[in-house]
């Protein structure tokens, strides 16, 4: 379930938000006004939904390779895998 937070608990409980995202691992939503205004997360959610989301950018660009003709076979996009350093294919 969603954590809705006004936006004065920014300045006076700022600590315990930070506990909250961190602990939970959930991110916390911040209204002012009555209206959605900010999305607090730890800095671990926010580098995962970072590497999610170059992801699915990089997903996508193969995908529309392949569509266009431009493909390699497995064993090439894995030998240009391990000569990039990223794993060893054992």
């Known amino acids: ?3 809705i937070r006004p936006s004065s608990d920014l300045r006076n409980k700022y600590n ?13 939503f911040i209204t002012k006004n009555g209206i959605g ?3 607090v997360l730890s800095n671990a959610q926010y580098e995962r939904l970072l590497g ?3 992801l699915r ?4 660009e193969g995908f529309t390779a392949m569509e266009n003709g431009k493909h390699r076979t ?7 895998i391990e000569i990039r350093g990223y794993i ?3």
């Open 37 to 39: 205004d900010l999305v």
């Open 16 to 28: 315990e938000i930070s506990e909250f995202v961190k602990k939970y691992d959930e991110p916390v």
């Open 1 to 3: 379930m969603a954590t």
């Open 88 to 90: 060893r294919i054992v």
């Open 74 to 80: 497995a064993e090439e996009v894995f030998d240009a």
């Open 52 to 54: 999610k989301n170059e």
């Open 57 to 60: 950018n990089l997903l996508e």
